[in-house]
């Protein structure tokens, strides 16, 4: 009962998540904009499957020639996935429950973070906002933008170990008893690692969120910085920074080949054209209310998907703000970070309106975001924040009062009904279909239509299949000079028995990637390739044919980071059982 009792907050949003979860519950599954996501996660098992670590190739994906696609897209949600298929999952489960973790990341990481704030009262109406954001239903019921969301749902809990780090070194100060001061460097690592694996998650994935987050983090961890006193200063504050670079360090082996390698796809298409920037501004109208669709973003103030923020969100977080101004002089709250929230909201929504172009139009790199309208990500985070401030204020005011307690509790629950009733409904797909498992992993499902759907990681001239009988149904096959006597095709590996009647050119059916080798009878041999696959010189009579996927230099150096940011963590552990 006391257990209850303590966490009874956290119980109730875990409760009245069912709503954001439920249709992951049905037996079939629905129609999605990234319709690929069953895919991708059997593609990923596969290839762990096979033994590659980290993955970075599909086999299936490609019109069955193979891309890197987890070289370049964010793939720690189909970690996750493939994780659930190894338990023993199908890949259509594995992806609802992937699914459904990122969905719960947000309510659990929202409700930390601003339990330290705001309190459980403040930090309940938080969770709840940042669960039943619009945009939140945008991305997982009508988008299917998995990385994105789950991104979404590690974004509190990289904020609450920076603010845990800043709270706790300001316990430093005057601390005269080595067991305490012991028990505090052990505390302010736990937050440091929490900090460093949470930014490295969403780094791994979502890039795009990533790179939107991280200007806003390095600017709150500096207001956190400023905040403290001058003596406070002497205790351990670059903790703070240390687990940003330690983050970024560990989300190495991910980041640091995607932009050297680049070149050897098409990924640069998607940059402009129906993806350019310009045509996908919110109109300021759209922010307070626009239409529910399962369409698309188009020119204009009329879309196919709704880019509101909430009506909740917003009444609640203007209202959290004037009664925090109002009492500012009566509590004591760190003002600093209700600034930093209401400029980073205020800011961030500029960047979804056509007014903000002229910065779109200097910073170049932002064109990868291709919407604007994606920073409705980092708003609904802010403005959900916000929103949980009015109940900090009425905790002030009510908890003394014992007759009023009842009242407020009723005044709690009607608000988290008024979030439920505006938005809850929100969270569903437009229909359900009737695929099963198999149809969503079969062979002309990955190698065909999910394929054309994303086949943006093909090498740049590469000649895509006309149609699905063209979809080459082997790697190697037969040719009048060489003949395959035995083939085995795995993610990493390739390897055949040949014959060839004279010293022959063979054709692989592979798309070029650094990385492949090519091994005749346990030697290495020169291969050439162009935009139909590989093409190596077979000499005449029977060989072994090995064709290897070996990680690249700079995919090595990028693991080296991993290790290094990995090892930072684990010797700070060491060091502070050592002390102790």
Known sequence: MEFVKKNIFIILLLILSYWSLKPLFHSNFFPIHDDIQVARVFEMHKALDDGMFPVRWSQGLGYNFGYPIFNFYAPLAYYLGALVMILGLDALSATKVMMGVGILLALVGMYLFAKEIWGRRGAFISALLYLYAPYHAVDIYVRGDVAEFFAYGFIPFVFLGIYKIYKTTKEYVDVKNKNKIS??????????????????????????????????????????????????????????????????????????????????????SVVGGGSYYGDHFVCIGQLWDSPWGFGGSAPGCIDGISLKIGKPHLLLGLTSLIMLSFFRKKLKYNKKVVWFFTFSFVF????????????????????????????????????????????????????????????????????????????????????????????????????????????????????RPLGIRVVPKNKIMNTMQVKILEQIEKTNHLFAVVEASSESKL????????????????????????NQGLIINIPEGRHDLDIVYQQTPVQIMGNILTITGSLILLIGIIKLKKDK
């Open 348 to 463: 961030s929504i500029f960047l979804t309106i056509e007014q903000s172009k002229f910065i779109w139009d200097i910073l170049s790199p932002m064109a990868f975001f291709q919407f604007p309208w994606r920073f409705l990500l980092v708003a609904t985070f802010f403005i959900s924040f916000l929103g949980g401030g009015l109940f900090y204020v009425l905790d002030m005011i009510i908890s003394n009062n014992k007759r009023l307690n009842p009242f407020y509790t009723l005044f709690l629950l009607t608000i988290a009904c008024a979030i439920l009733f505006y938005n809850a409904k929100l969270f569903n797909p437009q229909i359900f279909n009737t695929k099963t498992v198999e149809d969503y992993t079969s062979f002309d499902e990955v190698s065909w239509r999910v394929s054309k759907l994303s086949d943006e990681y093909m090498p740049p001239d590469f000649f």
């Open 507 to 530: 054709t692989v059916n592979l798309a070029y990637f650094p990385g492949w080798h090519v091994y005749i009878d346990g030697r290495q041999e020169w291969f050439s390739y162009f």
């Open 183 to 268: 028990a505090l460097k052990k505390k302010i690592w736990n937050w440091v690692i929490l900090a460093s694996l949470s930014f490295a998650a969403v780094i791994l994935s979502h890039n795009l969120s990533a790179m939107m987050v991280t200007p806003f983090l390095l600017i709150f961890s500096f207001c956190l910085y400023i905040s403290l006193r001058r003596k406070e200063k002497l205790y351990n504050p670059y903790f703070i920074f240390l687990s940003l670079i330690v983050g970024i360090l560990i989300a190495g082996f991910y980041w640091v080949p995607v932009f050297p390698m680049m070149q050897y796809t098409d990924v640069l």
